[in-house]
């Protein structure tokens, strides 16, 4: 199973970036997915998230309407666009994947991606 993150860098406030999250070794379409970020010295918090057909989103409060996540599973890949890019979005951001089926979770983490807003 492997999630790999990619599209982060610099970027000045006011930019934009669209990270990708490639997936294999897993049926990518029965699964939700997350973007997660971790800002320094700070706890990892859940940034977006999109079910598994893509059908419904959900974001944290300081990322609507700048954020946009979506996926496409013909290509196994989920993506977040980051609009309006703030210096606090600095962070390291992971892609996460789960699906729950009956008793058993199953969970996997990307490695993470550094995203830096910065003049």
């Known amino acids: 199973v492997k999630l790999v993150e990619s599209g982060g860098g610099l970027v000045q406030p006011g930019g934009s970036l669209r990270l990708s999250c490639a997936a294999s070794?897993?049926?990518?379409?029965?699964?939700?997915m997350s973007w997660y970020r971790q800002p320094p010295g700070k706890e990892r918090e859940l940034v977006a998230y999109?079910?598994?057909?893509?059908?419904?989103?959900n974001y944290r409060d300081s990322m609507k309407g700048r954020f946009t996540i979506s996926r496409d599973n013909a290509k196994n890949t989920v993506y977040l666009q980051m609009n309006s890019l703030k210096p606090e979005d600095t962070a390291v951001y992971y892609c996460?994947?789960?699906?729950?089926?009956?008793?058993?979770?199953?969970?996997?983490w990307g490695q993470g991606t550094q995203v830096t807003v910065s003049s």
């Open positions: 996460y994947a789960n699906r729950t089926l009956g008793w058993t979770r199953y969970d996997y």
């Open positions: 999109i079910t598994s057909a893509g059908g419904s989103t």
């Open positions: 070794g897993f049926t990518f379409s029965r699964y939700a």
